[in-house]
């Protein structure tokens, strides 16, 4: 029962993950790109990490888990919004005649 | 068997983002790339450590995530306010 849990909610994550990659080929806007990564960085990786705790049980390995759960939840958004602000700041713009943009 | 089908889907994608890098028209294009590579290879480490029961890989996951935030927050200051260079 725990297993068949585990497996469902890791091929979720991985659903989420194969949305954001077919995002970024979808969309000709560099802003409208940066927004879809948040879709891999955190809850592709969160649902994927949940899922493997719950097959593993509770020990040792699945606390490392959380370590890594927690230094991404940290980081993901730092550089996103890193990333978002050098591009900004350098001047690169919206393109004028997009018919994708949101 | 599960979980290979797993990580060879993880890795196609890995390898879809790799051809947006190549693709992508500005470094900014080619840093967000970088950006969302680095999180499917931590997913492959854990798969790969999940089914092996092999706990130390798992260092390297931490070590591998430590040093993206360090590149990639580096590269975006260091081009900021300079332009296209690539």
């Given at each position: 029962?725990r ?47 949940a899922?493997?705790?719950i ?12 370590l890594?759960?927690l230094?991404?939840l ?11 602000r ?17 | 068997m ?54 130390y ?10 040093l ?8 975006a ?10």
């Amino acid at each position: 029962m725990r297993s068949v849990a585990g497996h469902i909610l890791i091929y979720l994550g991985i659903f989420f993950v194969m949305a954001g990659t077919l995002g970024l080929f979808r969309y000709r806007n560099f802003y409208a790109r940066i927004l879809l990564s948040s879709q891999i960085d955190t809850v592709g990786f969160l649902t994927l990490m949940a899922g493997v705790i719950i097959r593993s049980g509770f020990n040792f390995f699945s606390a490392k888990i959380l370590l890594i759960c927690l230094l991404g939840l940290i980081i993901s958004p730092l550089n996103t919004h890193v990333i978002a602000r050098s591009a900004y700041r350098s001047g690169y713009k919206l393109e004028k005649d997009d018919k994708n943009a949101p | 068997m599960i979980d290979y089908i797993a990580m060879i889907l993880l890795a196609s994608f890995a390898f879809l983002i790799l051809i947006r890098i190549f693709l992508g028209p500005t470094i900014w294009d080619r840093l967000l790339g970088l950006n969302l590579l680095s999180p499917k290879i931590i997913m492959l480490i854990v798969l790969y450590s999940l089914m092996t029961d092999r706990t130390y890989l798992l260092d390297v996951a931490i070590v591998f995530a430590l040093l993206s935030f360090v590149s990639i927050i580096f590269i975006a200051r260091f081009v900021q306010g300079k332009g296209n260079i690539l």
